[in-house]
């Protein structure tokens, strides 16, 4: 079984960036893809971003141009790098792990427990 574990979130101001982390442990995600998803209270668990083992990736329409997922294998850790943070990115952000890439929270078999962003105007 995988465990993860996300950090890096925080308040910032409106216009402001963050980079989150999603490290790995229990066993390495070689061949994994990896996601990123937020959920505000009361709302779905929105997709954000994916990348596959191999690196490619897709993001949300909502993030295009702002938000950059990454991964580092070898140190078994997916990033998100949030530039020009809005009010409404507001909400807890997951990682998640499957072996196939998916823009769907079903598509995933592992999560971990959520770091909360605030984006304040």
């Known amino acids: 079984q995988v465990r993860l574990v996300e950090s890096g979130g925080g308040s910032v101001q409106a216009g402001d960036s963050l980079r989150l982390s999603c490290a790995a442990s229990?066993?390495?995600?070689?061949?994994?893809?990896m996601g990123w998803f937020r959920q505000a209270p009361g709302k779905e668990r929105d997709f954000v971003a994916a990348?596959?083992?191999?690196?490619?990736?897709t993001h949300a329409d909502s993030v295009k141009g702002r938000f950059t997922i990454s991964r580092d294998n070898a140190k078994n850790t997916v990033y998100l790098q949030m530039n020009s943070l809005k009010p409404e990115d507001t909400a807890v952000y997951y990682c998640?792990?499957?072996?196939?890439?998916?823009?769907?929270?079903?598509?995933?078999?592992?999560w971990g427990q959520g770091t909360q962003v605030t984006g304040s105007s």
């Open positions: 998640a792990a499957d072996r196939t890439l998916s823009v769907y929270k079903a598509g995933y078999d592992y």
């Open positions: 229990g066993r390495t995600f070689t061949g994994y893809s």
């Open positions: 990348i596959t083992w191999s690196g490619g990736t």
